[in-house]
């Protein structure tokens, strides 16, 4: 292997500060939500397996029962015999052992950048659940080293290319099932290592896969359901940011609060644009009686709440999908240890995933317009209602070579476009592959990695966003001191402020820009995280 390689410092200490410790996720016998992925994810919670003797013996019993089952002379797919198309192919009983490890090394074709560590760390936990269900006849063992790679962080560097979403996520896992096998590379206290040394290391010797613990790894909907928890965690705090950043849009533009009022969202109860509604409202408490420059806001503004509860109803069916996958058996065959039956079907088809990150990233780009179009209502002199061109703030004599946030808004727009290029639905383009087996798949992993595509993008515009609106409203106070800014805003505009001053000179914005989309993926930028889908 080439010389062992420096993992990012920059990259290490962030995840190092979101380390805080917090109660460990308890797997097996319970759901896990979103949020306990999220935690995990992002280094905050360690796992821990069930300690409940039922849950725990009746994963052994999964195990015995498929022993036996193999013993009887029975043929299990993918256990003694070949794997896809060729499961008409009998494997002879010397080689049933050998076979897992075989799958695990075909399937190292991945390509594409890796995962990140969260996303990794969501990968294993999405696994890990499934397979503690108690379907997939591994054993103990083996949920117990995939709690290892979440609990040490060993990491299996897993190319992001190379799923259509069933039978599962085979390639990408392959990658999670040769780590504990000890062959290929991880990352371990960030650093790339070998797995095998890293298990020694550890005080453990690598994983012999017992027969189908191969293909239990794989043949599932892991990768995909991994990234979509953390894509609806994002989306989610887009949501409440793009609600945020209208309310303090119209105080930029002494605008009218009253557009917002509580018997409009009545009258047309979608419950995600009146919860969005309410949110500006609340923000906006005390400017009910602000006549505004216009008797009527432009649609950006007035129509937000109706752009923002698309994002929000939607979240509350694809929380109810990426939750009921992540907490499914979603592996073939399924082993019955109750009934000692093997279960032969398609649980590993990600259609559910597929469907939800389609609409959600749709539902997220739509937020991206949004807020381009009202930061371009901002820097515009036809239309911000007395704030000044490009909402420079330079003194009299230097505006004639300031121009303040134009180039930022041409580069919003710019990422507000390639996000509404990458909206183009994933599901529908199905490609029959391994001899006509595979012949209709989910592309479940290409939705959702086009959602957190589509995710990064929009962060980028809300960031600018921030920046521009937060700078506008400081324009307008200079305009009017008297402006009602209510306590909400004001609080949002220090902590922006704080980490980005004023721009009275023209000065490069990216730092400030990549400083702050980094708090808004992290789901950090609001400090005061209102109710809504994780209430």
Same mark, same amino acid.
Not at 56 to 83: P, Q
Not at 354 to 374: G, I, S, T, Y
Not at 407 to 418: D, K, L, N, P, R
């Given at each position: 292997?080439?010389?062992? !390689? ?43 397996? &069930? ?95 995939? $709690?290892?790679?979440?609990?040490? #962080? ?8 190379? &799923?259509?979403? =069933? ?9 999670? %099932? ?68 209208? =309310? ?39 400017? !009910? ?7 009527? !806001? ?12 698309? %994002? ?15 907490? &499914? ?33 749709? =539902? ?52 507000? $476009? ?12 199905? #490609? ?9 798949? *989910? ?37 009017? *001191? ?32 990549? =400083? ?11 400090? !005061? ?7």
């Amino acid at each position: 292997m080439a010389e062992h !390689d420096l993992i990012d410092d920059a990259n290490v200490n962030a995840q190092a500060a979101q380390a805080a410790p917090v109660t460990q996720v308890v797997v097996g016998g319970r759901k896990l939500t979103i949020e306990e992925v999220v935690a995990i994810a992002r280094l905050r919670a360690p796992v821990a397996l &069930s300690g409940d003797p039922a849950w725990c013996e009746r994963i052994e019993r999964g195990a015995d029962f498929l022993r036996r089952h193999l013993a009887a002379g029975a043929t299990v797919y993918g256990v003694n015999t070949g794997y896809g198309d060729a499961c008409v192919v009998d494997v002879p009983m010397e080689l049933v052992e050998a076979l897992p490890l075989q799958l695990t090394r075909y399937h190292g074709c991945g390509m594409g950048a890796y995962l990140d560590d969260a996303q990794t760390l969501a990968v294993i936990a999405a696994r890990l659940n499934s397979l503690a269900y108690g379907f997939s006849g591994v054993r103990t063992v083996l949920l117990e080293r995939l $709690a290892d790679l979440i609990n040490h #962080r060993v990491l299996p560097r897993i190319p992001s290319e190379g &799923s259509v979403g =069933a039978s599962g996520d085979l390639t990408p896992l392959s990658y999670v %099932a040769a780590a504990l096998a000890g062959e290929r590379d991880v990352v371990f206290e960030g650093r790339f290592r070998e797995a095998r040394e890293v298990w020694l290391e550890l005080g453990r010797s690598p994983l012999t896969l017992a027969p189908k613990e191969g293909l239990a790894l794989m043949n599932g909907t892991a990768v995909m359901t991994g990234l979509a928890c953390l894509a609806f965690a994002r989306a989610d705090h887009l949501t409440r940011l793009t609600a945020r950043l209208t =309310a303090l849009s119209t105080v930029a533009l002494d605008g009218r609060a009253a557009h917002f009022d509580a018997m409009l969202f009545e009258v047309k109860p979608h419950a995600g644009q009146a919860e969005a509604a309410a949110w500006i409202r609340a923000d906006l408490a005390g400017r !009910d009686d602000t006549p505004g420059h216009r008797l009527q !806001d432009r649609y950006s503004i007035r129509c937000a709440p109706h752009v923002i509860g698309v %994002a929000r109803d939607a979240l509350s069916w694809v929380r109810r999908d990426v939750e009921n996958e992540l907490n &499914s058996a979603n592996d073939n065959p399924l082993i019955d240890p109750d009934n000692e039956r093997v279960l032969h079907g398609g649980n590993f088809y990600g259609g559910h995933i597929a469907f939800a990150m389609d609409a959600l990233k749709v =539902a997220v780009a739509n937020l991206a317009d949004l807020m381009d179009r009202q930061l371009a209502l901002l820097v515009d002199v036809n239309f911000n209602n007395g704030l000044p061109r490009n909402l420079s703030g330079a003194a009299p004599a230097r505006a004639a070579i300031n121009h303040g946030f134009k180039a930022v808004q041409i580069s919003s727009s710019a990422w507000t $476009a390639e996000a509404l290029k990458n909206t183009m639905p994933a599901s529908v383009f199905s #490609r029959s592959t391994e001899a006509h087996n595979q012949d209709k798949v *989910s592309m479940g992993t290409i939705a959702a990695r086009d959602c957190l595509r589509v995710l990064e993008l929009t962060e980028q515009v809300a960031a600018a966003h921030t920046l521009a609106t937060v700078q506008a409203a400081r324009l307008r106070l200079r305009i009017d *001191s008297a402006t009602p800014v209510p306590a909400p805003l004001q609080r949002f505009i220090d902590s922006v402020t704080a980490q980005s001053p004023f721009v009275d000179e023209d000065r490069a914005l990216e730092h400030e820009l990549r =400083a702050l989309t980094s708090r808004i993926a992290a789901c950090e930028l609001l400090d !005061d995280y209102r109710g809504g889908a994780n209430a």
